[in-house]
């Protein structure tokens, strides 16, 4: 009987554990300001189009990593004083960006 649990527990990990690595991504990059010569900019906002909780900030190098629910489409780069930019995720784990003003 207990063979049979665990046969049935296997099975089920087995089948349930490809769906949850599928769920999520992660993406990274850095955000650079586009009229020099690529400063990084810090504190720049990044988040999922249509799930602004799905975000996170650029770092003091303007770096970023993002873990990103599956579906999830279009990162949103925004920054008091610069123009937002949309940029397709596309299936891509790296995206760097230059926001211009």
């Given at each position: 009987?207990?063979?049979?649990?665990?046969?049935?527990?296997?099975?089920?990990?087995?089948?349930?554990?490809?769906?949850?690595?599928?769920?999520?991504?992660?993406?990274?990059?850095?955000?650079?300001?586009?009229?020099?010569?690529?400063?990084?900019?810090?504190?720049?906002?990044?988040?999922?189009?249509?799930?602004?909780?799905?975000g996170t900030t650029s770092d003091l190098d303007g770096r970023y990593e993002l873990v990103v629910p599956a579906g999830a489409e279009i990162l949103i780069f925004s920054y008091l004083g610069y123009e937002?930019?949309?940029?397709?995720?596309?299936?891509?784990?790296?995206?760097?960006?230059?926001?211009?003003?």
């Amino acid at each position: 009987m207990r063979k049979l649990i665990l046969l049935h527990c296997l099975w089920l990990f087995g089948f349930l554990f490809p769906a949850f690595l599928d769920a999520q991504s992660s993406v990274q990059g850095k955000v650079t300001e586009s009229s020099t010569a690529g400063e990084p900019l810090i504190g720049v906002n990044i988040y999922v189009k249509g799930d602004p909780g799905t975000g996170t900030t650029s770092d003091l190098d303007g770096r970023y990593e993002l873990v990103v629910p599956a579906g999830a489409e279009i990162l949103i780069f925004s920054y008091l004083g610069y123009e937002d930019r949309e940029v397709p995720i596309e299936g891509r784990t790296t995206i760097d960006v230059a926001l211009g003003q």
